[in-house]
């Protein structure tokens, strides 16, 4: 059974770090993509980045690049460290994955069939 749980969402201040960790579990091969999305209040899911588990490519938005990093942990853990916090980052962040034959991924949300539940993360002093 294929299924997608993120974790390590938290209250931190203003410029502070997080890391969320994302375990796909339930794919027989690394033919997949992992990509992580937010949604705030009264907003449109976005995607934040993404990277897929063979090639290790990976796709940042504009507003993370620089601050927000995204690496393949083991087998099935996914990690997105993010640094530089600022309260417009304040959202719910969900992990999710996709088989994935090309080397690439996106960042897109329609990209993506399996999704967690979602992890709470809030930016303010």
């Known amino acids: 059974q294929l299924q997608v749980v993120e974790s390590g969402g938290d209250l931190v201040q203003p410029g502070g770090s997080l890391r969320l960790s994302c375990a796909a579990s339930g794919f027989t091969s690394d033919s997949y993509a992992v990509g992580w999305f937010r949604q705030a209040p009264g907003k449109e899911r976005e995607g934040v980045s993404c990277?897929?588990?063979?090639?290790?490519?990976r796709i940042y938005a504009d507003s993370v690049k620089g601050r927000f990093t995204i690496s393949r942990a083991n087998a099935k853990t996914v990690y997105l460290q993010m640094n530089s916090l600022k309260p417009e980052d304040t959202a719910v962040y969900y992990c999710?994955?996709?088989?994935?034959?090309?080397?690439?991924?996106?960042?897109?949300?329609?990209?993506?069939?399996?999704w967690g539940q979602g992890t709470q993360v809030t930016v303010s002093s």
């Open positions: 999710a994955a996709a088989f994935r034959d090309q080397d690439t991924c996106v960042i897109r949300p329609s990209g993506y069939r399996f």
């Open positions: 990277i897929n588990r063979r090639s290790g490519n």
